[in-house]
């Protein structure tokens, strides 16, 4: 069984920074990538970020990319998004994630069988 838990949402102002933390448990996921995930209230669950096991395959979204930063301690089973220049577009709910399977890389949320809880953004203008 594995567990994931999120940290690290708050109110934060536009034009901040935050860093949310993704610590999951289970030795054999360890291999596994880490996909980021949010979900604004009426919205779809976007894509926001993946890291595989030891950081040298990285995605982002389109949308995101050189705002957002994703990075991973292997050693301590724990992922790391780091979001800058905040936008109140930004606010939602961000979700970390495992694939069942430690070859599956994607953006599709359907790829993900483990979810984390959430931790809320929440972006003021």
């Known amino acids: 069984q594995v567990q994931l838990e999120e940290s690290g949402g708050r109110l934060v102002q536009a034009g901040g920074s935050l860093r949310l933390s993704c610590v999951f448990s289970?030795?054999?996921?360890?291999?596994?990538?880490v996909g980021w995930f949010r979900q604004a209230p009426g919205k779809e669950r976007e894509f926001v970020a993946a890291?595989?096991?030891?950081?040298?395959?990285?995605g982002y979204a389109d949308s995101l990319r050189g705002r957002f930063s994703v990075s991973r301690d292997s050693a301590k089973n724990t992922v790391f998004l780091q979001m800058n220049s905040l936008k109140p577009e930004d606010t939602a709910v961000y979700y970390c994630a495992l694939p069942r399977e430690s070859s599956d890389w994607g953006t599709e949320f359907w790829r993900y069988a483990y979810w984390g809880q959430g931790t809320q953004v929440i972006v003021s203008s």
């Open positions: 890291i595989n096991w030891n950081g040298g395959r990285i």
């Open positions: 289970g030795r054999t996921f360890s291999w596994h990538p």
